[in-house]
């Protein structure tokens, strides 16, 4: 199953939250840490560097693009892991993989600020420290979201 259509109704700025412009953006910044990130742990499960050439073996069931777009989703809308298959045509475990890869690079990013593209948020206590700063009124969503203990 092709899953172009998924990727253009995820990437509208109605589901994943960002613009495309700003999306394109995002992908390319985080493109290198997660290729770095992944070299690095199939290093250390293989005990040593790569015998073939990069690209070689298999591919992805989801690529990088569906891999931020299919998190930006899941954290937006606070999707099962079982939503999302659907549309992507892979499993559960494969979008749960790739929200793991994912989001811990958008963490490490940290927020922007409007009009302040050099300030980067990285912690609630950042957060709370500009707030405190610039005098700005934070409100918090309290939307309970089930988590697996």
Same mark, same amino acid.
């Given at each position: 199953?092709? @899953?172009?259509? +998924?990727? +253009?109704?995820?990437?509208?700025?109605? #589901?994943?939250?960002?613009?495309?412009?700003?999306?394109?953006?995002?992908?390319? $910044?985080?493109?290198? =840490?997660?290729?770095?990130?992944?070299?690095? $742990?199939?290093?250390?499960? *293989?005990?040593?560097?790569?015998?073939? +050439?990069?690209?070689?073996? /298999?591919?992805?069931?989801?690529?990088?693009?569906?891999?931020?777009?299919?998190?930006?989703?899941?954290? *937006?809308?606070?999707?099962?892991?079982?939503?999302?298959?659907?549309?992507?045509? @892979?499993?559960?475990?494969?979008?749960?993989?790739?929200?793991? $890869?994912?989001? =811990?690079?958008?963490? +490490?990013?940290?927020?922007?600020? /409007?009009?302040? /593209?050099? !300030?980067?948020? *990285?912690? #609630?206590?950042?957060?709370?420290?500009?707030?405190?700063? $610039?005098? !700005? @009124?934070?409100?918090?969503?309290? @939307?309970?979201?089930?988590?697996?203990?």
């Amino acid at each position: 199953m092709k @899953t172009g259509w +998924a990727r +253009a109704a995820c990437s509208d700025s109605a #589901l994943c939250g960002i613009s495309k412009g700003h999306l394109r953006a995002l992908v390319a $910044e985080l493109a290198e =840490p997660w290729q770095a990130r992944r070299e690095s $742990e199939l290093g250390e499960r *293989r005990g040593h560097g790569r015998l073939r +050439a990069a690209g070689a073996g /298999p591919d992805h069931q989801l690529v990088f693009v569906d891999r931020v777009l299919v998190t930006l989703v899941a954290l *937006r809308w606070a999707l099962s892991h079982r939503v999302l298959p659907v549309l992507f045509a @892979t499993s559960a475990s494969t979008i749960g993989r790739a929200v793991g $890869e994912i989001r =811990p690079l958008l963490a +490490a990013r940290g927020f922007a600020v /409007p009009d302040r /593209p050099a !300030v980067r948020l *990285r912690t #609630l206590a950042d957060v709370f420290a500009y707030a405190k700063a $610039e005098g !700005v @009124t934070l409100r918090i969503d309290g @939307t309970e979201v089930q988590v697996d203990d």
